[in-house]
């Protein structure tokens, strides 16, 4: 079955980076556009970046020219490199893979910017 696992997260000060992981198992992971969203309590989950299987990469204007999304066909991972965090950041971070008319999300991992 699909999984996604995500890993990377955690506190860190406003300015700060951040690199998260999400190792995708039970589909042919180079094959997907993928994605990277944010949850914050109360809200929507919102796209953050995408990554198309040309390694073709679109942002939310918010995040541009400080985060930066790839993706390691070999290694069944994709990344985000946040650089530059602002407190706004703060949220739980989710990929995605659309994957045959479902969404596959993985369970999360919790970025804290503080300022």
């Known amino acids: 079955q699909v999984q996604l696992v995500e890993s990377g997260g955690g506190l860190v000060p406003s300015g700060g980076s951040l690199r998260l992981s999400c190792v995708g198992t039970?589909?042919?992971?180079?094959?997907?556009?993928l994605g990277w969203y944010r949850q914050v309590p109360g809200k929507d989950r919102d796209l953050v970046a995408s990554i198309t299987t040309f390694n073709s990469a679109q942002y939310v204007d918010s995040v541009k020219g400080r985060f930066t999304i790839s993706r390691d066909n070999a290694k069944n991972t994709l990344y985000l490199q946040m650089n530059t965090l602002e407190p706004e950041d703060t949220a739980v971070y989710y990929c995605?893979?659309?994957?045959?008319?479902?969404?596959?999300w993985g369970q999360g991992t919790q970025v804290t910017v503080s300022s």
């Open positions: 995605r893979v659309y994957y045959l008319d479902h969404n596959y």
């Open positions: 039970g589909f042919s992971f180079g094959s997907y556009a």
